[in-house]
């Protein structure tokens, strides 16, 4: 399949635990990586592969994945991580094709 | 750590070429775990995958650009490109280059440009 679905939107309260989610049939079959993009910014990585993050990505960030979901989970969430979000994997057409979800707003309150 | 600069022309006309340069520094363009790729980003909508290229050359576009679109990789001057032919205002965006490690059981872009506008217009 060549489509991973994520909610346009989502919000927490401030401090409290958020789960993001991303759908998709190549899931089943490779990791998602999860980037965060702030206003005029670029991308950055928080989470690849399996569970892991890339230095300096604090650690209220986490990964998991069941079947052909994957999540990023922020527990404790702070106001500098109002973002979207976006998750991206590789297509499982065996093309080496790359995929992006629509990404997720995620507000702070 | 890899660092990613785009590099080429701000404004493009309609129906021409939009031609961009991305300059990897802090590593090797060769090296076998990575390929380099293009994303882009309409004004206000989300990421799109343009497509990549390995250092040796081989390339991977996406299915719904694959028609207009070249990525060639210069390893003497740790740089690759985009060329994306018969341009429309459809392709003015943020458009992004990135290192992508490839493996087994993942692909994850870890280095990314700043990001270069691109506007097409008359």
């Known amino acids: 399949s060549s489509e991973l679905t994520q909610d346009p939107a989502v919000s927490v309260a401030l401090g409290q635990t958020v789960r993001i989610t991303c759908q998709g049939d190549?899931?089943?079959?490779?990791?998602a990586s999860w980037h965060q993009q702030k206003p005029g910014q670029a991308p950055v990585l928080v989470i690849y592969g399996k569970n892991n993050r890339p230095s300096g990505i604090p650690d209220r960030f986490s990964g998991s994945s069941s079947g052909n979901t994957a999540s990023l989970t922020i527990t404790g969430a702070q106001a500098e991580d109002e973002a979207d979000y976006y998750c991206?994997?590789?297509?499982?057409?065996?093309?080496?094709?790359?995929?992006f979800g629509g990404g997720t707003k995620l507000t702070v309150l | 750590q890899l660092q990613l600069q785009e590099s080429g022309p701000g404004l493009v006309k309609p129906s021409e070429t939009l031609s961009l340069t991305c300059t990897v520094s802090?590593?090797?363009?060769?090296?076998?775990?990575?390929?380099w790729g293009w994303i882009r980003q309409p004004p206000g909508k989300g990421l799109e995958w343009i497509g990549s290229v390995s250092y040796s050359g081989s390339t991977y576009y996406n299915p719904s650009l694959k028609s207009r679109v070249t990525i060639s990789v210069d390893t003497s001057k740790n740089q690759f490109s985009l060329k994306l032919s018969s341009v429309t205002a459809a392709d003015t965006a943020v458009y992004y280059c990135a290192s992508l490690l490839v493996s087994i059981i993942s692909y994850y872009f870890d280095f990314w440009g700043q990001g270069t506008p691109v506007t097409v217009s008359s």
């Open positions: 190549s899931l089943r079959s490779y990791y």
């Open positions: 802090g590593g090797s363009i060769s090296s076998s775990n990575y390929y």
């Open positions: 991206n994997s590789r297509d499982s057409s065996g093309n080496h094709l790359v995929l």
